[in-house]
């Protein structure tokens, strides 16, 4: 096959298989391989598992991170399962050494000045996608997707489908915040209800558009935070009311940051550390916080946990009769 038969075969089973954001993301990785393979040090290995080796232990040689070497190792298995139907035997590579960088996570004075910072758009109500994010310990793509039946008023909870791993888990509402979701979720109801009479599908998830047709105009269905106009599905072109971009929160919480005067940089992403970090802070149980975050191991959670090492009294404190001069 050529490179161009290759993708397109690709670009046909990753409809099937993969989101979107992980199909372009996978794109990006098959066609840098699809490139080695031309190379003179590619043809020369003499089977695929040794190709594939050599091109993530060239990633580790250039320095790239893990999670970049382990997504590209995702994509190009993928290729060879899916598009090569090829099943390959084991791959040892030099692998990418992962750095131990500190997770930064904002304190609650930074977050409270962000989110009083937060400036809502016409289109978009953005103060309130930040405080659910910090609040429910949302990621921003989670935030983004939120659909008027995730929200249970009645029970006060909200329920964040399909998340990393394609887990569901379900987080208590803030009872400061009720008043505000509840006029929101009216709004959001409203807005849908044109959307239907106009005969303007919503977008849904997977091929649920083909198994259940009627829920494309079905309120519940409808996301809290629409796109400002329907736009075309990248893969079927067809004409949808998609929810609003990731890159609109995280432009925002940027300018919110300036406004702030914080000189740490903080995105949306550390909204979700804050949640954890600050719930541990305050004592709450690990395994409580643990599942609020969808965390598998909890390991993961411990590794928010800052507050007692912050605790700890510096040994040179203790000097009493310490040089005032050095």
Request: aromatic share 8%.
């Amino acid at each position: 096959m050529t490179s161009a038969e290759i993708l397109k075969k690709f670009t046909r089973v990753a409809a099937r298989k993969l989101e979107t954001t992980t199909e372009d993301s996978y794109l990006t990785w098959i066609r840098s391989y699809l490139g080695f393979l031309k190379t003179p040090a590619a043809r020369a290995e003499p089977s695929s598992e040794a190709k594939f080796e050599l091109f993530l232990s060239d990633m580790a040689r250039d320095d790239y991170s893990e999670s970049s070497q382990h997504q590209a190792f995702c994509a190009i298995l993928f290729l060879y399962r899916h598009v090569f139907e090829v099943a390959l035997k084991d791959v040892d590579a030099l692998r990418c050494r992962r750095k131990a960088s500190a997770r930064y996570t904002p304190t609650e004075q930074e977050m409270l000045a962000i989110l009083h910072h937060l400036q809502d758009s016409p289109q978009y109500k953005i103060r309130l996608a930040g405080a659910l994010m910090y609040s429910c310990g949302l990621r921003v793509s989670e935030a983004c997707q939120l659909r008027v039946k995730d929200f249970d008023e009645a029970r006060k909870v909200l329920t964040i489908r399909e998340g990393k791993g394609k887990k569901d888990r379900v987080v208590r509402l803030p009872e400061i915040l009720l008043p505000a979701i509840r006029k929101h979720l009216a709004r959001a109801r409203a807005l849908a209800e044109i959307d239907i009479a106009e005969r303007q599908p919503v977008q849904l998830p997977g091929r649920m558009d083909r198994k259940s047709p009627g829920l494309q105009f079905d309120t519940e269905w409808h996301f809290i935070f629409p796109s400002a106009a329907p736009c075309a599905h990248p893969r079927t072109g067809k004409i949808v009311r998609w929810c609003m971009g990731p890159g609109v929160l995280q432009r925002a919480v940027a300018e919110a940051r300036k406004r702030a005067g914080i000189k740490s940089i903080i995105t949306p992403h550390c909204f979700r550390h804050a949640f954890c970090s600050h719930l541990m802070d305050r004592g709450e149980n690990i395994n409580r916080v643990g599942e609020a975050m969808g965390h598998t191991d909890i390991r993961t959670t411990a590794g928010y946990g800052r507050k007692d090492c912050e605790a700890m009294t510096s040994p040179l404190d203790r000097i009493i009769h310490f040089p005032k001069s050095a």
